[in-house]
């Protein structure tokens, strides 16, 4: 899955040339790897509230080099702005405006992050104004940045405290490697529920996840990455794909299951495998999902009820049969796999956009129904992924579909992956009913 | 080792009471205090030969299915107590068949491995072989296997052609090694093909089921019903998702290649004899009620019942017992695949057990002829008793209780593999049946292998 171009104007003559012709200019992600720092490079934490004081303590208490104010000609690793406590669009001046001033200084791979509350908790239209303003701020800022460097929000949710366990799981998620391709993004943190971990490199500890369609592509990614943040990983997909299975899940020292998720009982022998086998389930995966593109003038009905039996009929079957056993009581997790195309449309997909739309619709209202028991339920939504599946593009949809986000690139599988471990981590306890892009920042849909 | 043999002046008492238990044991057979309980087991697919398979070596589909076991039960870089498998149709490379499978899996390389051959009866023997080793206490765990290739099957250059390589080989100087080389005659050049032929009767398994088949006046018609069930059974199991935890794809096949879910008694009944042609009586064997040439691997993967709860394993059923038997086909005494007509009897007495008392009847389909003359050999008074010494016939076999998932006409017949197949089916089946009357489910396995030889064994739910 190599993307040449990107290889080519990182470095040399390539790197000239697509300067001086004003091409694209995307360059290799920092990635999350095992051991490595959270952000390398001092952290600038700009605002004057009383939450911006608490966070910078905390960031302090990390181990990280924090700046109050920036120092001219300094390289800053990330920018975090603290704004929860703005009240009227014209609060935004100041604080905007000081980190305006350095933003030529954020490193390659660099991070931004505002701290803010959520549109919907504000008790005024001043004040309603001034948060949704910074969505737009942050959404602009995000397609302004170069080299690397990233741009998401945080949005409080009520009286919430910037140092809330899942505002600082969020934070975490932002400055690391981890979010290499979630760009322009918010995650709402509705409570605060959830505890950061014991060991930042084992998040998953003790957990038992099973991660469907896990025989290759993102799939395969997400077993790996959630066996590398310490889950004992069950891995499921269909019979046929059973050697691939085998050897991924010899790979992560799982256990393969083969299961046609559209079976009646597919709830009920996972819940059984995971608890016979590993004593306990804590996290699913719904990654299981097929395409069978047509336009709608040319749709079949074997086309079109194939898609929504595998990406959302299975879903919301093996959901109902989680949420009524006594093994998934204990902060479970699940993390459906939507798709930006659910969201934005795509040409050719309206059985894939109404299945990925449908999963979007269901995890918005299974949220409340796992509150009681600390459950969450959160999607992710990858964008362009280079996978065995967008290999096979035309090449010159294929480039094109690549270069139109922010970042001038394709995703990996393992940016999805990694989205996915840390909403199913105990850090993101406060976050449920969320659908996360992890797309770059593409430029079509919101 | 005996009491008896003890010296004078030791704790006699003792000694007598210890006595009387060993002698106790003794009488049942090696029975162990610990059962050895079936697990689980994974084949990959069994293709035709010469079909999906044709570029994979014995050792390639030993270690796929052995890496698709592994996979299902979470055992990567577990050190298993020992695995044991065997090809019938082996290269001089594979020497160290099993443990070089072993070494490419994803086990411990600090498994121990071994080979072993018993023809067709490779597979179940190994099963019966780790399962004693287990209730002797010997291991806790075990994989038992076999794997056949006839696509890659291992070409020898002519005994000639031999001789001449060696000896140049051991040849000195360049004229040593010219005129050796010389020696070489067209004829040595031919190579030397493995084949089924019995190499005391120059006969073909084939012809020498269509003796036996012919001698128990077994119809075409019969064995053309036998061969049409196992298909449909089968494909049956397979549409009910049966081998969805007992079967893993490999390059590119997902169902045994040589089933026919299609097939009907009438295209069965239209296929010209291929045995038995010259025999005087009407030949019945045909490519359809007879097994195709077939590549595949199967492991089985065995415990005690503590190593399977420690790790939350399933426990499917239990080794009770098996028995091998020979009969004198070389002079014609019996047919050469009738061994197991012979097995059975007495392993059913050692257990006081009749073929009432099972559920299920696995039976190897070599030919149908050789399922339909053991059922036949089994129904006849006279042969129960002036052969198997018996008051009259053996007994009936319930035919809806017969190999009702398919067996090998349906999905081939990778020699040392069958034994493997059959035993991780009959062990889900008998774990899915239960228990029967208050009692275990129970399944008696049979299988005949070159040599006159045969394998049977039985199996109770666990």
New interface residues.
């Given amino acids: 899955m190599t993307d040449k171009y990107t290889k080519l104007v990182s470095q040399g003559l390539g790197k000239d040339v697509a300067k001086r012709l004003g091409l694209p200019q995307p360059v290799e992600l920092r990635r999350h790897q095992p051991g490595a720092p959270l952000i390398t490079g001092p952290v600038l934490v700009n605002g004057d509230s009383r939450g911006a004081d608490d966070l910078a303590t905390t960031l302090l208490g990390w181990g990280l080099d924090i700046r109050r104010h920036a120092l001219p000609k300094e390289k800053l690793g990330a920018i975090v702005l603290v704004l929860d406590a703005v009240q009227h669009p014209e609060d935004l001046h100041k604080p905007v405006l000081a980190i305006g001033a350095s933003m030529r200084d954020l490193a390659p791979n660099g991070r931004v992050i505002t701290v803010s509350r959520t549109v919907k908790s504000a008790p005024a239209p001043a004040s309603a104004a001034a948060r949704q303003g910074i969505d737009g701020l942050l959404r602009s800022l995000a397609k302004e940045l170069r080299a690397g460097a990233t741009a998401n929000g945080i949005l409080l949710d009520a009286d919430l405290a910037t140092t809330s366990p899942s505002a600082l799981g969020a934070l975490r998620f932002f400055l690391s490697g981890r979010s290499a391709y979630v760009d322009g993004q918010f995650l709402t943190i509705s409570s605060s529920s959830g505890s950061l971990p014991f060991d930042a490199d084992k998040p998953l500890a003790g957990k038992v996840a099973v991660v469907t369609g896990a025989a290759r592509g993102i799939g395969a990614a997400i077993a790996r990455t959630l066996h590398r943040d310490g889950a004992k990983v069950v891995?499921v997909d269909v019979?046929?794909?059973?050697?691939h299975?085998?050897?991924v899940?010899?790979e992560v020292?799982?256990?393969?299951?083969?299961?046609?998720i559209t079976?009646d009982d597919a709830g009920h022998r996972i819940i059984d495998h995971a608890v016979?086998?590993?004593?306990r389930l804590d996290v699913v995966v719904h990654n299981a999902g097929i395409t069978r593109d047509r336009l709608l003038a040319n749709m079949d009905e074997g086309r079109w009820q194939s898609v929504i039996a595998v990406n959302i009929a299975a879903q919301l079957r093996i959901n109902e049969t989680l949420l009524a056993s006594e093994h998934f009581k204990d902060k479970p997790r699940i993390v459906s796999v939507a798709s930006t195309s659910g969201i934005a449309g795509n040409r050719g997909q309206t059985n894939y956009a109404a299945s990925k739309g449908g999963v979007i619709g269901m995890v918005r209202s299974t949220a409340p129904l796992m509150e009681s028991f600390g459950g969450t339920i959160n999607a992710v939504a990858p964008g362009f992924i280079e996978t065995e599946m967008t290999a096979r593009m035309p090449f010159a949809i294929r480039e094109a579909a690549r270069r139109v986000n922010s970042l001038r690139q394709g995703g990996q599988p393992q940016d999805v992956a990694e989205a996915i471990a840390f909403l199913a981590s105990d850090a993101a306890g406060g976050i449920s009913g969320e659908v996360l892009r992890v797309c770059g920042q593409q430029l079509v849909g919101a | 080792m005996a009491a008896a043999d003890a010296p004078a002046g030791t704790n006699t008492g003792t000694n007598g009471f210890a006595s009387a238990e060993r002698s106790a044991e003794q009488d049942k057979g090696i029975q162990g205090t610990r059962s050895a309980v079936i697990v689980g087991g994974n084949r990959i697919p069994f293709a035709r030969t010469g079909g999906a398979y044709v570029k994979s070596s014995n050792q390639d589909m030993l270690t796929a299915a052995l890496d698709g076991l592994i996979a299902r039960f979470g055992l990567q870089d577990e050190r298993i107590g020992e695995v044991a498998a065997g090809a019938v149709l082996k290269h001089s490379r594979d020497f160290n068949l099993t443990r070089e499978a072993v070494l490419g899996s994803a086990l411990s390389p600090e498994t121990p491995a071994y080979d072993l051959q018993q023809a067709c009866a490779t597979g179940l023997e190994t099963v019966l072989g780790l399962a004693n080793k287990i209730k002797l206490g010997q291991i806790e765990s075990a994989i038992a296997g076999g794997v056949d290739s006839a696509s890659d099957a291992p070409i020898a250059v002519s005994e000639g052609l031999r001789e001449i390589l060696l000896d140049l080989n051991r040849a000195k100087t360049s004229v040593q090694k010219l005129k050796v080389l010389a020696r070489i005659r067209p004829k040595d050049l031919a190579p030397d093909a493995p084949n089924t032929g019995e190499p005391r009767t120059g006969l073909s398994m084939g012809e020498h089921q269509a003796l036996t088949t012919a001698q128990w006046n077994i119809s075409r018609e019969a064995q053309d019903e036998l061969a049409f069930n196992s298909h449909r059974n089968l494909a049956a199991a397979y549409e009910r998702g049966f081998f969805d935890d007992l079967i893993t794809p490999y390059r590119g096949l997902n169902r045994d290649s040589n089933l026919r879910a299609d097939t009907t008694l009438e295209k069965l009944s239209t296929l010209k004899p291929v045995f038995g042609k010259n025999l005087g009586s009407e030949a019945t064997m045909t490519a359809g009620n007879s097994t195709p040439l077939t590549d595949g691997a199967a492991t089985v993967l065995l415990a005690t019942e503590e190593w399977a709860d420690s790790r939350g394993l399933p426990k499917l059923a239990t080794v009770l017992d098996g028995e091998a038997a020979a009969v004198d086909f070389v002079h014609g005494k019996d047919g050469l695949l009738m061994a197991p007509v012979f097995a059975v009897p007495r392993l059913l007495a050692r257990h006081g057990l009749t073929l009432e008392d099972f559920d299920f009847f696995e039976i190897h389909e070599a030919f149908a002829g050789t399922v339909l003359s053991t059922l036949a050999a089994w129904e006849d008074e006279d042969f129960g008793r002036t052969r198997l010494g018996l008051d009259g016939a053996l007994g009936k076999v319930d035919r809806t209780k017969l190999n009702i998932n398919g067996s090998s006409l349906a999905a081939g017949h990778p020699f040392a593999a069958t034994g493997g197949r059959i035993v991780a089916s009959l062990a889900k089946m008998l774990h899915e049946k239960g228990a029967v009357d208050g009692r275990p489910a129970r399944g008696l396995i049979s299988v005949c292998a070159a040599g006159g030889q045969g394998v049977v064994a039985i199996l109770e739910a666990a």
């Fill in positions: 891995l019979p046929a794909a059973g050697d299975l085998a050897a899940a010899n020292h799982g256990t393969a299951l083969q299961l046609d079976r016979e086998r590993h004593g």
